[in-house]
């Protein structure tokens, strides 16, 4: 009989937390899950792809995929959730167009259209944070405010859970820590090269991915590490 998505991935997800697969070990490849767990490779992919959505693991183009240091996992779910900002700060909402995800983005979300959308946060004239998030074309048929050209209020995850009563979940981590690209000089009103903090979440609902996100933050704004 077939394994499920969610079997396989709570399968896995046991032995991080148990310990038999710690932080930096590979996981099995593709071939092996398939035959351990009698799934397809799409539906091996879609439960890796739920693993990264927590946090679990990540991949290494070329490599495979990692087990994570749970410890850099980034406390923020509430935030991004509520899209709570601080009482000093405000949300610039730069644009919602449909685009091809990229490919990091595909890995996750799944290929094809997708709805990317681009804000800043800002304090006063301060840009603390560059953010964009692609989401599945499936969401605007219950959150159609996701193709507008202005922020969702309170966010657009927020009103799709509170529209389709589904739960939205979203595990946040730390992948990269990167040299400022010229975009991320433009958006970050940057007059020189810095090494700045990516941060990238992504949003489940079931065992279904429904949107990524990733935050670029300006030199010296803090983040809380779990």
Known sequence: MPGTVAGMAAYLKARIDAGTLKAGDK???TRFLMQQFNLSDNAVYRAIGLL????YVHSQQGKGVFVMD???LISGTRRILDGITQADETIHHKHSIRVEAPSWVASILGEGECVNRARTVNRGEVVLQASQSWVRLDVAEVVPEVDEPEACDPSWQ???QQR???PVTVASKVVDARISTPQDRAD?????DHALLVMRSVYVTGDTVIGVGEG???PGHPLALA
């Not at 990264?52 to 946090?55: D, F, L, Q, V």
């Not at 970050?188 to 020189?192: Q, V, Y």
């Open 188 to 192: 970050l009103g940057l007059d020189a």
């Open 70 to 72: 749970r410890r850099a």
């Open 158 to 160: 927020a009103l799709y």
């Open 164 to 166: 389709s009563g589904q």
């Open 27 to 29: 996981i099995p490849p």
């Open 216 to 218: 670029v933050y300006a």
């Open 52 to 55: 990264k959505a927590e946090g």
